[in-house]
């Protein structure tokens, strides 16, 4: 357990002093995905420490193209503190990431305990609202590089979110969305929120399964993000990067130095 907690401190620190640090599992061979979770729940404890406060929970590896974009083929979870939050239509300030990337998502706003086995009936008479969200991934590894036991320890590189405007999830069938990321106006990724798993509400239900796998649970109030339906784009500074979902409107960000 001791050692588990040193490398929860290297990951949370490496977070705070935006430098990327190596795979844990280059050390580490046979760390497993069991005590990985052990470091994220001990990496995010210290932020709780320092004063944020927990807001919810992120999915990621949800769809195919983000596993092809980085090699891991299983979904995981991560924790969502209120630092990560970032302003609809502000800044992200790239010096404090390390290599930020923006990925488009559907977010759940949730109204009602949701924890283990759950059905997708269950799961959406669950969601108070629907939103578009971009997530900001910012991997705490060298080149972005990671095995399944060094992202889940990071956080999932869970870094920050954008919100945009909340819909009642029940008046819109959400399952084949199209979703449009723009740089600077031009079309960069497109795809549907169908690739969030066949349905993002599916990765709700993920999310239900694993969280109760680690004794927790999506709490009224919570967000759950869903994960990225198409590859994530790397920030560069002077790019404004927008999402478009259809029928739910879209959120955007400005990348400053
Ligand atoms: C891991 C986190 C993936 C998503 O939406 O699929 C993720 C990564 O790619 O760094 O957040
Ligand atoms: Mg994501």
Known sequence: MEDLEALAVQVDDAQREVRAIRQLTKNRPGLTTSEAYAIQAMSVARRLARGEVRIGVKMGLTSRAKMVQVGVDEAAWGRLTNAMLLEEGGTLSKSAFIHPR???????????????????????????????????????????????????????????????????????????????????????????????????????????????????????????????????????????ISLEVQHLGGCSITVEA
């Not at 977010?107 to 086995?117: N, P």
């Not at 108070?128 to 997530?135: D, G, R």
């Not at 095995?147 to 909340?166: E, F, I, K, M, R």
């Open 102 to 240: 923006l990925e488009p998502e559907i977010a759940f706003l949730i109204k009602k305990r949701l924890r283990g086995k759950v059905s997708p009936l269950e799961a959406l008479s669950a969601v108070e609202a629907i939103a578009p969200a971009m997530e900001v991934i910012d991997s705490r590894f060298e080149k972005f590089k990671f095995a399944l036991p060094d992202v889940v320890a990071d956080n999932t590189s869970s870094s920050g979110l954008v919100l945009g405007a909340w819909h009642q999830a029940t008046s819109i069938d959400f399952s084949n969305l199209g979703m449009v990321m723009y740089v600077n106006g031009r079309p960069m990724q497109i795809g549907s929120s169908a690739a969030i798993l066949g349905h993002p509400l599916r990765s709700l239900v993920a999310a239900a399964r694993l969280t109760a796998k680690w004794g927790e649970a999506l709490e009224p109030g919570d967000i759950v993000m869903s994960g990225g339906a198409t590859a994530a784009h790397p920030a560069s500074v002077g790019e404004t």
